[in-house]
């Protein structure tokens, strides 16, 4: 008997904007994820599996195959790169931008900028393709707080309604890319179990596709 295919999903917002789109694709846990403390679920498809982890865990757990497919925000591929990875489909959930942002009004006075970000790869690239040379300065939340506290000039950010920008004095100020949750499947995986793999794939798919409609 083989073994059962694992899907990954990230907890938080995506989870709860991913389990409705699932569902509507035949694939239901058969517990109530909200009320466990579990982190493994078995679905209504028999052969496969939930786990529910970190958004930044969930490409390194299907790049190693430990999960056969994941559902992720586009930002952290961006960030971490999609090597071993197919991306087949944009879920077209939990979509926001990844976005500079300074204080209103704020001006460049120079080719250096100091950037605050959890998303150290993608701000550094950015801010390269300007010709600009960014000292990135690595920080994991509350990024808003660092032009106030003079830690940095800007902040690179997923940006959804701006609220908690103009709260705190600032702006957004370029997109860097539209983010949506992203379905990734494992490279060697889909070789050596493409009709599983597709099947689940096809019906997620359709529930993308009916809710377009």
Not at 172 to 186: G, H, K, M, Q
Not at 189 to 201: N, T
Request: aromatic letters at 4%; hydrophobic letters at 45%; proline letters at 5%.
């Amino acid at each position: 008997m083989s073994r059962p295919l694992t899907l990954a999903l990230t907890k938080g917002r995506i989870l709860k904007e991913t389990l409705p789109l699932l569902a509507q694709a035949g694939i239901e846990p058969l517990e109530d994820v909200s009320a466990s403390r579990k982190l493994v679920f078995e679905t209504t498809v028999p052969g496969l599996q939930l786990v529910i982890i970190r958004g930044t865990d969930v490409p390194t757990y299907v790049r190693h195959g430990a999960a056969d497919l994941g559902v992720v925000g586009k930002d952290i591929l961006l960030e971490q790169g999609a090597d071993g990875l197919y991306e087949p489909l944009d879920l077209n959930i939990a979509r926001c931008r990844l976005m500079t942002a300074g204080p209103v009004g704020w001006q460049r006075g120079g080719a250096r900028v100091r950037v605050a970000t959890k998303f150290v790869n993608v701000a550094r690239r950015h801010f390269a393709r300007q010709g600009l040379h960014a000292e990135v300065i690595k920080l994991y939340g509350a990024m808003e707080l660092a032009p106030m506290m003079d830690l940095a000039d800007l902040i690179v950010d997923i940006v959804d309604t701006g609220n908690t920008l103009r709260a705190n004095g600032m702006e957004p100020l370029e997109e860097i890319a539209s983010i949506s949750s992203r379905l990734v499947v494992n490279k060697a995986a889909m070789r050596a179990q493409h009709g599983p793999i597709q099947k689940v794939v096809d019906r997620i798919a359709a529930a993308v596709a009916a809710r377009a409609a």
